[in-house]
């Protein structure tokens, strides 16, 4: 990676990688693993999904719960988002608030999500396609989330389309938090 930006948020970061552009297009490195051991960042990755998503949706804010909760590196290959992380460790100095990126595949950037944080976007262009590798595999059971008007983002609103299932989640104030 070419930058590691910190953030408010202890542990989450945005990475600026390295992009190479010519006449054919675009190669951007995601991912290498001596950059991430360099800089301390957990990259024993266990599944790979993406995400395919139209103009106006919100997905989040998701996260799993201990024992299989897990780090999560998200960029978006193709569109723009609004990308929200919100920490839930009780034991953060930033307990409850969040930071937002701005994610497009033009720009090439990631975002590391430590344990602990949920993770949520908002989809800016047309269609947007994002990717996440994560450290612990899928689990229903420990799959959860808090609901995105608690988070008091204000680019969020009740226009957005939204899941039925992200639509009730508990509110940030009700959650019971396991992380510390």
């Known amino acids: 990676m070419k930058t590691l930006r910190k953030t408010k948020i202890p542990g989450v970061y945005e990475l600026i990688n390295n992009q190479f552009n010519d ?4 190669f ?5 693993e001596n950059d991430f051991e360099e800089n301390g960042l957990q990259s024993d990755f266990k599944e790979q ?4 998503s139209k103009k106006g949706v919100f ?3 998701h996260f799993q719960t201990p024992p299989e909760d897990h780090v999560k590196l998200v960029y978006c290959v193709q569109g723009e988002v609004l990308d929200i992380v919100v920490d839930l460790r009780k034991s953060s100095p930033t307990f409850g608030l969040y930071v937002t990126f701005d994610l497009s595949a033009e ?4 975002i590391y999500i430590p344990k602990g944080c949920a993770h949520g976007f908002f989809v800016k262009s047309e269609q947007a396609i994002l990717v996440y590798n994560v450290t612990t595999v899928y689990s229903p059971i420990h799959d959860t989330g808090i609901h995105w008007s608690s988070v008091k983002v204000p680019e969020l609103n009740s226009e957005m389309i ?4 992200d639509n009730h989640f508990d509110s940030l104030e009700n959650y019971k938090s396991p992380f510390n």
Do not use: A, C
């Not at 939204?162 to 299932?165: L, V, W």
């Open 107 to 110: 720009e090439g950037n990631s």
């Open 49 to 52: 999904y993406f995400s395919v």
């Open 23 to 26: 006449q054919r297009g675009s």
């Open 162 to 165: 939204i899941s039925e299932r």
């Open 59 to 61: 997905r989040g804010f």
């Open 28 to 32: 951007v490195k995601k991912f290498h």
